[in-house]
């Protein structure tokens, strides 16, 4: 049974660090990619970042670029998502899903990924709440 699970939310200071964890298991991690995704109370979802470490591919929403980094940690079942420089609009429930490489479809999985989630996103995580406060 496939299982994604966030760990590492909490509370920071604006301007602060924090890294997420997406602990994986029951599918082969290098036949998916990766994406992290936000919710924050009253908005929509936002595609945070994508990671196919197959494709040697990584993607990034707007919000999240030059700020954030997401990678996997070698030999691991694991992708981290780096949030660095924290902003009180960074507050929301975090998720990483995972959605399977199709083929045909590799050149644009990231931006398939963050852009449409719905049509892509085979498994979900539960969500992790990040909190940036003073």
């Known amino acids: 049974q496939a299982q994604l699970v966030e760990s590492g939310g909490g509370l920071v200071q604006p301007g602060g660090s924090l890294r997420l964890s997406c602990a994986t298991s029951?599918?082969?991690?290098?036949?998916?990619?990766i994406g992290w995704f936000r919710q924050a109370p009253g908005k929509e979802r936002e595609g945070v970042s994508c990671?196919?470490?197959?494709?040697?591919?990584?993607g990034y929403g707007d919000s999240a670029r030059g700020r954030f980094t997401t990678f996997r940690a070698p030999e691991l079942d694991t992708v981290y998502l780096q949030m660095n420089d924290l902003k009180s609009e960074d507050t929301a429930v975090y998720y990483c899903?995972?959605?399977?490489?199709?083929?045909?479809?590799?050149?644009?999985?990231?931006?398939?990924?963050?852009?449409?989630?719905?049509?892509?996103?085979?498994?979900w995580g539960q969500g992790i709440q990040v909190t940036v406060s003073s």
């Open positions: 899903a995972a959605s399977r490489l199709q083929v045909g479809l590799e050149a644009d999985i990231c931006s398939d990924l963050l852009d449409a989630p719905e049509n892509f996103v085979d498994y």
């Open positions: 029951g599918f082969t991690l290098n036949n998916y990619a």
């Open positions: 990671l196919s470490t197959k494709l040697h591919v990584t």
